[in-house]
């Protein structure tokens, strides 16, 4: 089981705003990661340390973080944001890593 | 643009060793600011960590997997590589190889690229 949980499927209407949960003890800690996963291709990260976007990632991606919970919000979903999204951080020792259980995005 | 590349047997036998190897390239994978990590994912389902090297060739590794597990560098070759011991077919997986950075203004780690994964089927 992981240490980091979220829930297995979300969906949004075309436009609307959505937010994906990671729920993990050690969030109280460290910040996660978000990775956004298509099928048939390699994960990628969309944001990092609570709210930073890495280039090229568009700005309806933000994240948050409050308590033991981090939160990916899509902003205005488009269609080539299905996917699945996976949170990704420390375990509680600190010294090594685990990823949430990953949420499927359905754009409706 | 750094870029990284997975390669090794896609079938291996019950009980035998999973060896793959990660080519890193448009980069060096002695990096003082990165470490490299193994992720692998069965089908239809998610992420799995498996371990990190750093470049001082200090190791950390999935409690679940650390009996089996050895990850190591070979810098002359700027190659990345993972092996996996008694393997069964709880093993079939994709592994990816990926650059992991540790924030600097921030508490935590990002897999910043990832290599495209390749299929591993353990069957006899």
């Known amino acids: 089981s992981s240490e980091l949980t979220q829930d297995p499927a979300v969906s949004v209407a075309l436009g609307q705003t959505v937010r994906i949960t990671c729920q993990g003890d050690?969030?109280?800690?460290?910040?996660a990661t978000w990775y956004q996963q298509k099928p048939g291709q390699a994960p990628v990260f969309v944001i990092y340390g609570k709210n930073h976007r890495p280039s090229g990632i568009p700005d309806r991606f933000s994240g948050s973080s409050s308590g033991n919970t981090a939160s990916l919000t899509i902003t205005g979903a488009q269609a080539e944001d299905e996917a699945d999204y996976y949170c990704?951080?420390?375990?509680?020792?600190?010294?090594?890593?685990?990823f949430g259980g990953g949420t499927k995005l359905t754009v409706l | 643009q750094v870029q990284l590349q997975e390669s090794g047997p896609g079938l291996v036998k019950p009980s035998q060793t999973l060896s793959l190897t990660c080519t890193v390239s448009?980069?060096?994978?002695?990096?003082?600011?990165?470490?490299w990590s193994w992720i692998r994912q069965p089908a239809g389902k998610g992420l799995e960590w498996i371990g990190r090297?750093?470049?001082?060739?200090?190791?950390n590794y999935n409690p679940s997997l650390q009996s089996r597990v050895t990850i190591s560098v070979d810098t002359s070759k700027n190659q990345l590589s993972l092996k996996l011991s008694s393997v069964t077919a709880a093993d079939t997986a994709v592994y990816f190889c990926?650059?992991?950075?540790?924030?600097?203004?921030?508490?935590?780690?990002?897999?910043?690229?990832w290599g495209q994964g390749t299929m591993v089927t353990v069957s006899s």
């Open positions: 050690s969030l109280r800690s460290y910040s």
């Open positions: 990704h951080s420390r375990d509680s020792s600190g010294y090594r890593l685990v």
């Open positions: 090297i750093y470049p001082s060739g200090s190791t």
């Open positions: 448009g980069g060096s994978i002695s990096s003082g600011s990165y470490y």
């Open positions: 990926a650059r992991g950075l540790v924030g600097s203004t921030w508490r935590g780690d990002a897999f910043d690229i």
